[in-house]
């Protein structure tokens, strides 16, 4: 982006493309070694997250494009220096492929190593120029594609099954918490939606969810925090070395035995389609990846977020959302709600993309500059270097209140009391699966190929919470990376409790 002089008075401000004025960044690293670690410990301990960038973004006169520090920093971090955009206008440099360079940049600041991926870097970590990530990303593609008429009827299983758990749960002890049973049926779901074949929790047992959550800590341990007490020893186990990945070698290769046979006829079809595109080893760990990591770990972030701001809204919402739910697809019926069902129901769907806006669950997005280039933010722009680190914190973009009014509220029908034209003039800013929500995932860019199953899976559980339940309560602990809701009533819708008692379960 090129940048043009302007004559203000006694010297030559310097202007962006639209005419704002370039500033140097604000901000700075601090002193080497020390800063990042203090650093650190306000992040993940004395400030938070949220509270990290909203100090900084106060300290420097409400700047929002940032020079800081991102953990882990040393020893884990190569780098820890970023610059940080923090407002909605600012953050789309992090969409936009033509100006940053995703090589290696997927979790961050750090590299987790390749011996957890069977020693090939999978897709998500290319970067969208990169030959092998078309060639990759045109099977993920076509993968979601082919299944998406397996969303519906597996969601409804895995959702029949949590709630089943959850039921059980209630009568044996009062209170229960969703994200162990979703944690579980959410697993079955993804490989049974990708996939199809034997379930995990059959084909592998009962802790085939606990070997998958032990290879998703150990690429992203760097990232957790308040997961060990006391916070000292979790800052040197979890933040300081990475983890030895000899460790989880076993129940890694017991789900890679695994996926060599769910995904037989995918990795066989590839082959077909494009041979001698990808190797057959490389692809079927690229698979599992992409079930466990990025569906599987997404899946497990956003339901609890999404029963979370259900709870939170309370019997009104719940009413409403009854009332447009049974309307079009009775209490009473048994099969699974499908695609079309949740497609006629603006209310479900605004809650959904409100969720997504309010808490994306992948809250960080990182890219290298391509080249020198300016970065816009509402009243002020910046010269970032080739080469230097971008981070965006989408959390702070998608609340931004000069997009959204009431950006930092939960409005459930910010998206169904609207016009068509401003719907997607706000869903142009609901970016959660890396893109705009108006638009798709192509073999060039780097948007998440799941991102109408995604969509889907969150209006099934909306659709099928309020076929089967009037209302229900739940308490919540916010946690670094999802909110434990725990599930305290369950109110039957009367078509459904008729004959079980009265209701509650
Ligand atoms: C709630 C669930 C999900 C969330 C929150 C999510 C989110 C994301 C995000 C944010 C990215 C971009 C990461 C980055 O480069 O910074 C991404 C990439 C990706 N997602 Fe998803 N995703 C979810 C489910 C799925 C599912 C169901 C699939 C299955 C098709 C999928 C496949 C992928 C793949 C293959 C990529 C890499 C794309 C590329 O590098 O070009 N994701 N996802």
Same mark, same amino acid.
């Given at each position: 982006?090129?940048?043009? /002089?302007?004559?203000?008075?006694d010297?030559h401000?310097?202007?962006?493309?639209?005419?704002?004025?370039?500033?140097?960044?604000p901000?700075?690293?601090?002193?080497?070694?020390?800063?990042?670690?203090?650093?650190?410990?306000?992040?993940?301990?004395?400030?938070g997250?949220e509270?990290?960038?909203?100090?900084?973004?106060?300290?420097h006169?409400?700047?929002t494009?940032?020079r800081?520090?991102?953990?882990?920093?040393?020893?884990?971090?190569?780098?820890?220096?970023?610059?940080?955009?923090? *407002?909605?206008?600012?953050?789309?440099?992090?969409?936009?492929?033509?100006?940053?360079?995703?090589?290696?940049?997927?979790?961050? $600041?750090?590299?987790p190593?390749?011996a957890?991926?069977?020693?090939?870097?999978?897709?998500?970590?290319l970067d969208?120029?990169d030959?092998?990530?078309?060639?990759?990303?045109?099977?993920m593609?076509?993968?979601?594609?082919?299944r998406?008429?397996?969303?519906?009827? =597996?969601?409804?299983?895995?959702?029949?099954?949590?709630f089943?758990?959850?039921?059980?749960?209630?009568? =044996?002890?009062?209170?229960v918490?969703?994200? &162990?049973?979703n944690m579980?049926?959410?697993l079955?779901f993804?490989?049974?939606?990708?996939?199809?074949?034997?379930?995990?929790?059959n084909?592998?047992?009962? @802790?085939?969810?606990?070997?998958?959550? !032990? +290879? /998703?800590?150990f690429?992203?341990?760097?990232?957790?925090?308040?997961?060990?007490?006391? +916070?000292?020893?979790?800052?040197?186990?979890?933040?300081?070395?990475r983890?030895?990945?000899?460790?989880?070698?076993?129940?890694?290769? !017991?789900? %890679?035995?695994?996926?060599?046979?769910v995904?037989?006829?995918?990795?066989?079809?590839?082959? &077909?389609?494009?041979?001698?595109?990808?190797?057959?080893?490389?692809?079927?760990h690229? /698979?599992?990846?992409?079930?466990?990591?990025?569906a599987?770990?997404?899946?497990?972030?956003?339901?609890p977020?999404?029963?979370?701001?259900?709870?939170?809204?309370?019997?009104?919402?719940?009413?409403?959302?009854? @009332?447009?739910?049974?309307?079009?697809?009775p $209490?009473?019926? %048994?099969?699974?709600?499908t695609?079309?069902?949740?497609?006629?129901?603006?209310?479900v769907?605004?809650?959904?993309?409100e969720t997504?806006?309010?808490?994306?669950?992948?809250e960080?997005? #990182?890219?290298?500059?391509?080249?020198?280039?300016?970065?816009?933010?509402?009243?002020?722009?910046?010269?970032?270097k080739?080469?230097?680190? /971008?981070?965006g914190?989408?959390?702070?973009?998608?609340?931004?209140?000069?997009?959204?009014?009431?950006?930092?509220?939960?409005?459930?029908?910010?998206?169904?009391?609207?016009?068509? *034209?401003?719907?997607?003039?706000?869903?142009?800013?609901?970016? +959660?699966?890396?893109?705009?929500?108006?638009?798709?995932?192509?073999?060039?860019? &780097?948007?998440?190929?799941g991102?109408?199953a995604v969509?889907?899976v969150?209006?099934l559980?909306?659709?099928?919470?309020?076929?089967? #339940?009037d209302?229900?309560? =739940?308490?919540?602990e916010e946690?670094?990376?999802?909110p434990?809701?725990?599930?305290?009533s369950? %109110?039957?819708?009367?078509?459904?409790s008729?004959?079980?008692? @009265?209701? &509650? =379960?």
């Amino acid at each position: 982006m090129a940048s043009k /002089l302007a004559n203000s008075g006694d010297e030559h401000q310097k202007l962006s493309p639209s005419g704002l004025p370039v500033r140097k960044i604000p901000g700075g690293y601090g002193v080497p070694f020390f800063s990042p670690l203090r650093d650190r410990l306000d992040y993940y301990y004395f400030q938070g997250v949220e509270e990290y960038f909203r100090s900084r973004i106060a300290r420097h006169g409400g700047a929002t494009v940032l020079r800081v520090n991102m953990p882990p920093g040393p020893f884990v971090s190569g780098d820890h220096r970023v610059v940080a955009v923090l *407002d909605a206008r600012s953050f789309r440099v992090m969409l936009d492929d033509s100006r940053i360079d995703k090589s290696g940049t997927l979790d961050g $600041t750090f590299m987790p190593s390749l011996a957890l991926f069977g020693d090939h870097l999978p897709l998500a970590f290319l970067d969208g120029a990169d030959p092998r990530h078309a060639s990759l990303k045109r099977v993920m593609i076509r993968l979601a594609a082919a299944r998406m008429h397996h969303v519906a009827p =597996a969601f409804g299983a895995a959702f029949a099954a949590t709630f089943d758990g959850v039921e059980a749960g209630l009568a =044996a002890s009062g209170a229960v918490e969703f994200n &162990k049973h979703n944690m579980r049926h959410m697993l079955d779901f993804t490989c049974a939606a990708l996939f199809g074949g034997a379930l995990p929790s059959n084909a592998i047992g009962d @802790d085939a969810t606990a070997k998958a959550f !032990k +290879w /998703l800590v150990f690429q992203l341990h760097p990232l957790a925090s308040k997961a060990i007490k006391p +916070w000292l020893l979790e800052d040197l186990l979890l933040h300081t070395f990475r983890l030895p990945p000899f460790l989880v070698r076993g129940d890694y290769a !017991k789900l %890679t035995a695994y996926f060599t046979n769910v995904a037989a006829g995918v990795l066989d079809d590839a082959e &077909k389609a494009d041979p001698g595109s990808i190797p057959r080893d490389e692809l079927l760990h690229n /698979l599992i990846f992409l079930a466990i990591f990025n569906a599987y770990g997404g899946y497990k972030i956003f339901l609890p977020h999404l029963v979370k701001w259900l709870a939170r809204a309370g019997p009104e919402l719940h009413g409403r959302l009854a @009332d447009e739910v049974r309307a079009v697809v009775p $209490t009473g019926s %048994t099969s699974a709600v499908t695609l079309t069902a949740v497609e006629k129901m603006p209310l479900v769907k605004s809650v959904v993309w409100e969720t997504l806006r309010m808490n994306p669950p992948v809250e960080f997005q #990182y890219g290298r500059a391509r080249e020198d280039t300016i970065i816009e933010s509402h009243d002020a722009a910046y010269e970032v270097k080739k080469g230097e680190m /971008l981070c965006g914190y989408q959390p702070l973009a998608t609340r931004d209140e000069r997009v959204f009014q009431r950006g930092r509220e939960f409005v459930p029908d910010r998206f169904a009391a609207c016009s068509d *034209d401003d719907r997607r003039r706000l869903l142009e800013h609901v970016v +959660w699966s890396n893109g705009p929500e108006t638009g798709e995932a192509t073999e060039g860019n &780097k948007q998440c190929p799941g991102k109408d199953a995604v969509v889907a899976v969150g209006r099934l559980m909306v659709a099928e919470l309020f076929r089967r #339940y009037d209302t229900f309560a =739940a308490s919540v602990e916010e946690t670094p990376l999802e909110p434990v809701v725990t599930i305290t009533s369950l %109110t039957k819708a009367a078509a459904v409790s008729a004959g079980h008692g @009265d209701g &509650k =379960a």
